[in-house]
């Protein structure tokens, strides 16, 4: 059975730093390009970070520098390590394929406030 599950989340303050974890039970984990996507209030969903089964990765311009993506493929888990937040940054963070093919997890909420 397919399954994402995130975890890592939390309230934050601005300038604090996140480390998000993602369990993935899926098929061919390790030949399979992965990423964060998040979700903030009356916003849709965006990609945030993605890193290819050779480790490249791929940041949107908000999180470079500030954002690390990496993954295990020993374990199945994809890390997205936070640093220097911004209130900018709260809303629910979710993993899946680049392609999202897989069916989404619960997510996990970031919040960033003083």
């Known amino acids: 059975q397919v399954q994402l599950v995130e975890s890592g989340g939390g309230l934050v303050q601005p300038g604090g730093s996140l480390r998000l974890s993602c369990a993935a039970s899926?098929?061919?984990?390790?030949?399979?390009?992965m990423s964060w996507y998040r979700q903030a209030p009356g916003k849709n969903r965006e990609l945030v970070a993605t890193?290819?089964?050779?480790?490249?990765?791929h940041y949107v311009d908000s999180a470079k520098g500030r954002f690390t993506i990496s993954r295990d493929n020993a374990e199945n888990t994809l890390n997205l390590q936070m640093n220097s937040l911004e209130p900018e940054d709260t809303a629910v963070y979710y993993c899946?394929?680049?392609?999202?093919?897989?069916?989404w997890g619960q997510g996990t909420q970031v919040t960033v406030s003083s």
């Open positions: 899926v098929y061919n984990f390790r030949i399979t390009s």
């Open positions: 890193i290819t089964s050779d480790g490249f990765t």
């Open positions: 899946n394929a680049l392609s999202r093919k897989f069916a």
